[in-house]
């Protein structure tokens, strides 16, 4: 399968997604990386893969909607099966959720559908939640709100801040995405009138 990966920063989950498909455990390469800021540490990480990169900054456009078709436009260069959002830190508008929806997933800092947007780590801490996590979703036009592939769960200790369940989530991010694409990937994953399957099983 074709993947093309989409960023804003670090890359710590695009890292591992190249790993996996170099390693075999995804059936599939990273053809492409996208990113909407030029300082974004992941396009160097693509670069010492050998994977062809692009920057699409958001200041060249008027507006949202000419970003997206633009973005769209690229993504279309590399023929991608499947589009991943790893750390893609933009809202996009419906026209371009519906022109990849089904091929199209984002993984999220928490347990959904608690806590969708910003800050979920400080967000559970100061709840007082036991627990958190992540969770791998199909894109859909409700922001972080589409249907869960799958999560994985932490606990929250009492010494813990926000850094600590930061590291303890992403770690969890690191084993739950490249999962998640080999099964969107290999067609085990699907989205059908809008309910997340795996080998034809609603989830
Ligand atoms: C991760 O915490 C992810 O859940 C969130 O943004 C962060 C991306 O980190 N969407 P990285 O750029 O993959 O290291």
């Known amino acids: 399968a074709r993947i093309v990966v989409l960023i804003s920063g670090n890359g710590s989950n695009l890292q591992t997604i190249i790993d996996h498909a170099e390693n075999g455990q995804i059936d599939g390469q990273v053809v492409g990386v996208i990113s909407n800021r030029s300082d974004a540490y992941g396009l160097e990480r693509a670069a010492s893969a050998s994977i062809p990169t692009k920057v699409l900054e958001h200041s060249l456009f008027a507006n949202r909607e000419d970003y997206d078709q633009s973005l769209a436009g690229l993504v279309d260069t590399f023929e991608p099966d499947v589009i991943v959002l790893a750390g ?6 419906p026209q371009f959720v519906r022109r990849f929806e089904g091929k199209m997933i984002n993984i999220h800092p928490s347990l959904l559908p608690k806590y969708t947007g910003l800050n979920t780590h400080r967000r559970a801490i100061e709840a007082g939640d036991k627990e958190h996590g992540c969770s791998v979703h199909f894109v859909t036009e409700e922001l972080d ?23 303890r989530v992403l770690e969890q991010e690191h ?19 809008g309910v997340a399957q795996l080998d034809g099983n609603p989830l």
């Not at 084993?175 to 009138?193: D, E, H, S, Y």
């Open 145 to 167: 709100g589409g249907p869960v592939i799958l999560q994985a769960k932490v606990p929250i200790f009492e010494d813990d801040d926000e850094q600590s369940v930061q590291q």
């Open 175 to 193: 084993r739950i995405f490249p999962l998640t694409i080999q099964w969107v990937a290999t067609g085990r994953a699907k989205l059908i009138n």
């Open 88 to 93: 893609f830190m933009r809202i996009l508008t």
